[in-house]
């Protein structure tokens, strides 16, 4: 299975947690640490086992998330 | 010119709208204009326009704001209840500078009132029915023809300042007919186009039809914006009619089809000697203050008459001040005042 | 973070259609979510240059902002009327208007009803949240029965303040709509199952065949007092049991 990651727009997160909820691999948890506005926002505590399903950035009420996908040699 | 064709004065005013280029034009039925959402049934279609019978006036003035904000020329038209329903979507239409033309045919009331003339809407067109400080350019047609030339004036008024225009006519005016000429059809597709219309943001920034500003500041730009338009369209767009003041000792103030029968009146009155002028406002709004004005200085009294209980009487009281005296004379109920009934009250003010 | 990015290919990014205005909604909101779906729709279509949207009154005001498209923001309820001035003006233009259940089901009853027995071609985006959000959490009429509400502080009484509404299945029993259905958010299986939803709507209107309506069950965590995570389970649990998901009509 191609590895995967996540880029946050951190700025934009409003810690809703729903990423959180939606990934299937548990690579998503609260950081802890506050954005500009405040928000506990959201990271990856276990980026290695992300796969780069785009759930998250699926279920993301604020388009915080970009995933990428490792480029699978042809 | 155009041809000559005798009509109803409902369907002059939406042969005029026709004319003039109307695109859109949503109605819902109500006495005594039903004549002008039937003609726009039938003709509306056959030239590729589009012509909806809404599900009420609030959704046809809806449409309105959709079609003018999408760039064409629409139109909707109603009386007195109707128009009342209205009132919010006009506020919103005035807010976001759309123009548009509405028509009030205007009927006894308050309430179910009836169906008889009447011109009781004057406060609600020129003070302003909906919420907010707002304008539209109201014109008052006075004879069947005039309601043709002021409804193709309409159009004009409301592109040029981007405003709604009301043509406040009343029930006698829009059951009435008489011959008309009528001008020559303008082409839609020769209109300028409007730039600031939801047309698709095609190589452009997408264009907001907006009248909502949650930051105080910015909403009292967008009022201070209104403000000055509406004194542009003051300082150039008042109109009015004098008929026999040069001489007059007592001058007459009426709009619309009392306008037109105080000028018999005046005839009369003439015919008895007694020196009578007929001042009658085309322009409801904005209202032609400084000419009346000026009128009030050689006359000791300027009567108004109206189908109301006296509401353009306010307007002519505030022109006049002190310089003359300003009784007033009215009926309601859907009354309209015979040329002698108005006759024997300008013979009470005769000193 | 991006050193390790070399050999990778982006595959979720924000849609070209939308621009970038952070949203106005609370955390966890679905409207967000609801405007990422009709972003990637324009950019599949390919029809953001073309399309107007509808803004309502209520939490979705300043849904202008969203789009790279032309919009228009209307008199709360009337959203559907103004749509029909708007494509019966301009046929060629997509049209959609984006409506809660108070905008929708409430006040804008009879434009709803109507816009949907003339078949307008539009698309209409109709956000069912079961409250009043923008104004603080009131009753709206599709608020559960028992559900409490700052209008209905002891539970929504059907005695006095009727059952909720299921207005899709009103518009369905129309004949002229082309295609009703009422969708949900809550798991990424329905976010996926939404999408092809909105996007069967525009592509119906793309291609002339009439009215579509996609009602989508939403969360207003801020006035049901519930986590984003509690609000989903809210509604796949219990809203879900009210208004059933699926297609009404499909007549594309």
Known sequence: MPRGTVVFDTERCKGCGLCIAACPKKVLAFSGQLNKSGYNVAYMANPDDCIGCTFCAMTCPDIVIEVYREKVPS | ?351 | MSANLENMVKVFERPQSLTDARFTYCPGCHHGIITRIIGNVMDELGIVERTVGIAPVGCSVFSYLWYKADSQQVPHGRACAVATGIKRARPELIVFSYQGDGDFASIGTAESIHAANRGENITVIFVNNQIYGMTGGEMAPTTLVDQKTTTTPEGRDPRVAGYPIRFSEMIATLDAPAYVTRQALFDTKHIMETTKAVKKAFQYQVEGKGYSLVEILSTCPTNWRMSPVQSNTHVAETVTKVFPLGDLVDRG
């Open chain 2, 1 to 351: 010119m155009g041809e000559r064709l005798l009509l109803r004065g409902n369907e002059v005013i939406a042969e005029a709208a026709i004319r003039a280029g109307c695109q859109c034009y949503f109605a819902y039925p109500i006495t005594p204009q039903a004549e002008l959402l039937e003609h726009m049934a039938l003709n509306m279609p056959r030239l590729g326009r589009t012509f909806i019978q809404a599900e009420s006036e609030i959704a046809a003035i809806s449409m309105v704001y959709g079609a003018a904000g999408a760039g064409v020329r629409t139109m909707t038209s109603s009386s007195s209840p109707g128009i009342s329903l209205k009132q919010e979507g006009i506020s919103y239409l005035a807010g976001a500078s759309l123009p548009c033309v509405i028509v009030n045919i205007v009927r006894g009331g308050p309430g179910l009132g009836n169906i008889a003339p009447s011109q009781c809407d004057y406060f609600q067109a020129t003070k302003g029915g909906g919420h907010g400080d707002y304008h539209l350019i109201v014109l008052g047609p006075s004879t069947v023809p005039e309601a043709g030339e002021l409804t193709m004036l309409a159009f004009e008024l409301a592109d040029q300042y981007r405003i709604p225009v009301m043509i406040l006519a009343d029930g006698l005016l829009g059951q009435m007919m008489e011959p008309v000429e009528l001008p020559d059809p303008i082409d839609p597709a020769s209109l300028p186009a409007k730039d600031w219309a939801t047309t698709g943001a095609k190589g452009r920034a997408p264009n907001i039809i907006l009248s909502f500003e949650m930051d105080p500041d910015d909403l009292k730009q967008m009022n201070l914006d209104l403000q000055s338009k509406y004194r542009t369209i003051t300082e150039n767009e008042i109109r009015y009619e004098e008929y026999e003041t040069e001489d007059a000792d007592i001058v007459i103030a009426a709009h619309g089809t009392i306008g037109r029968i105080c000028k018999s009146v005046v005839r009369m009155a003439r015919a008895e000697g007694i020196k009578v002028g007929l001042f009658r406002p085309i322009t409801l709004w904005p209202y032609p203050y400084e000419p009346l004005k000026r009128l009030s200085q050689q006359v000791h009294t300027v009567l108004t008459v109206e189908m109301s209980a006296g509401q353009m009487w306010e307007d002519v009281r505030l022109a006049v001040a002190e310089r003359a005296a300003t009784p007033f004379f009215g009926e309601t109920g859907g009354i309209v005042p015979t040329p002698r009934s108005i006759l024997n009250e300008v013979k009470k003010h005769v000193r």
